[in-house]
């Protein structure tokens, strides 16, 4: 607040102070808002997070990557198929000789082991991916709701500036009639009162676009046209190293863990590539011209004289190791945004404090007096107005810092994965 706004709440605050022992007070200091009055529709944040769970198709879509990769692992455990052969030699019935195998390939080292390993690494990471978008929807529909109940606040607050600019107006009106002021003095009122009605209709411009907004995170699940929560509640957080030490168990971290630890299966896989298998046939051999069969057995042995898989053993080792990398990085970005957002927080909240225990009360004491004064022809109207303007700034104000704290808690859910707001 400038210098000369402060100057005139104390000027206008010792006039109260004197005037107190002439007239009663008119007007009393309220509490910053009053109580949000019902609504016919009225929704929930609990109610929006099941709604938004229930009805996400990206969250849809995240639940048929889990029942992809169990298919995944299903496959990853089964054997290989069999071969049956059969090999005719001299088409002339006498001559015929005619030959039948089965043929059987066997896995050799640790192949379908670490196949199967690296499936459900892939099916634990699609499983986290699963939690992960769970927490980041129900994180966007937190933010997406507070913000949806600061601009329902925003509207209410600007319905009242434009009460309280019509009602300065009214009085300026009936003060010009009367000849006591200079009819300049109601175009001042008026084109305040035009501010002011401009302000309520970006107001309820800025509410449908965040009703929008919700009603797309929550894809149709649910009809309401207002929310039901209070917007003036200060949210609060743990402390930061309680935050701290919730990064491990963050479905981001745990994401991160289970990659790498997808992708070090899938080295060993390539690493047991290297190891041949071999394919074992048994088989029998019909001579038909001198009228006896015999047995066959075989084995095929590939030589890894020219194929030694080395270079997809070196992209995977380099995946992994590039995947360990990704993860201390993230560790290390979710710990500084999370120092970030709590921080935003305290000041927020110091703002909000401030505001709500010095400025408003002091703003809506000045314009009490300038109105008083006004009326007892005491004040110009130009104090009535700046009066007016400090006023609403600081409600505007108040309800900015609430909307930043709001914000760094969202951030905090989102980054965590869970709901840290404190009862």
């Given at each position: 607040m400038s210098s000369k706004y402060v100057s005139l709440t104390l000027v206008l605050a010792t006039w109260v102070g004197a005037a107190a022992h002439?007239?009663?007070a008119r007007h009393q200091v309220?509490?910053?808002?009053?109580?949000?009055?019902?609504?016919?529709?009225?929704?929930?944040l609990g109610t929006a997070w099941r709604t938004a769970l229930d009805n996400s198709p990206t969250l849809a879509g995240a639940l048929r990557e889990v029942e992809a990769a169990q298919g995944a692992l299903s496959q990853a455990g089964a054997l290989q198929n069999p071969s049956l052969g059969i090999e005719v030699e001299d088409l002339r019935a006498g001559n015929r000789r005619t030959t039948?195998?089965?043929?059987?390939?066997l896995e050799l080292g640790g192949k379908r082991a670490a196949r199967i390993t690296a499936a459900e690494g892939a099916l634990h990471a699609?499983?986290?991916?699963?939690?992960?978008?769970?927490?980041?929807?129900q994180a966007n529909v937190t933010a997406a709701f507070l913000a949806t109940l600061l601009s329902q606040e925003r509207v209410r607050l600007a319905q009242e500036s434009l009460d309280i600019a019509r009602s300065s107006s009214v009085a300026a009106s009936k003060r010009v009639q009367a000849g006591k002021i200079s009819p300049l003095e109601?175009?001042?009122?008026?084109?305040?009162?035009?501010?002011?009605?401009l302000e309520l209709a970006q107001a309820q411009a800025e509410l449908n676009a965040q009703m929008q907004e919700l009603r797309a995170l929550l894809a149709g699940g649910a009809s309401f046209d207002t929310l039901d929560g209070n917007a003036l509640q200060l949210p609060s957080l743990p402390p930061i190293e309680e935050l701290q030490a919730r990064v491990e168990q963050s479905p981001t971290m745990r994401m991160a863990r289970l990659q790498t630890q997808r992708l070090r299966a899938l080295a060993d896989l390539e690493q047991a590539k290297r190891t041949p298998d071999?394919?074992?046939?048994?088989g029998m051999q019909r001579i038909q011209q001198e009228g006896?069969?015999?047995?066959?057995?075989?084995?095929?042995?590939?030589?890894p004289v020219f194929d030694t898989n080395r270079g997809n053993i070196v992209e995977a080792l380099r995946r992994r190791d590039k995947s360990e990398d990704d993860a201390r990085a993230t560790e290390l970005r979710l710990r500084a945004d999370l120092a970030i957002a709590r921080q935003r927080l305290d000041i927020a909240s110091q703002e909000v404090m401030a505001v709500r225990a010095e400025i408003l009360p002091a703003a809506q004491m000045a314009f009490n007096a300038a109105t008083q004064g006004f009326e007892l022809g005491k004040f110009e109207y130009l104090d009535v107005l700046d009066a007016q303007r400090t006023l609403l700034q600081a409600r505007a104000q108040y309800l900015l810092s609430l909307g930043d704290s709001h914000r760094a808690v969202a951030d905090v859910a989102r980054l965590l994965g869970n709901n840290p707001f404190q009862p």
């Open positions: 002439a007239q009663p309220p509490t910053p808002f009053p109580a949000q009055s019902s609504a016919l529709l009225p929704l929930a039948v195998t089965l043929s059987q390939p699609a499983r986290a991916q699963y939690e992960l978008t769970s927490a980041q929807l109601e175009t001042r009122s008026k084109v305040a009162e035009a501010n002011v009605r071999i394919a074992v046939s048994l006896r069969s015999i047995a066959i057995v075989g084995v095929s042995i590939p030589l």
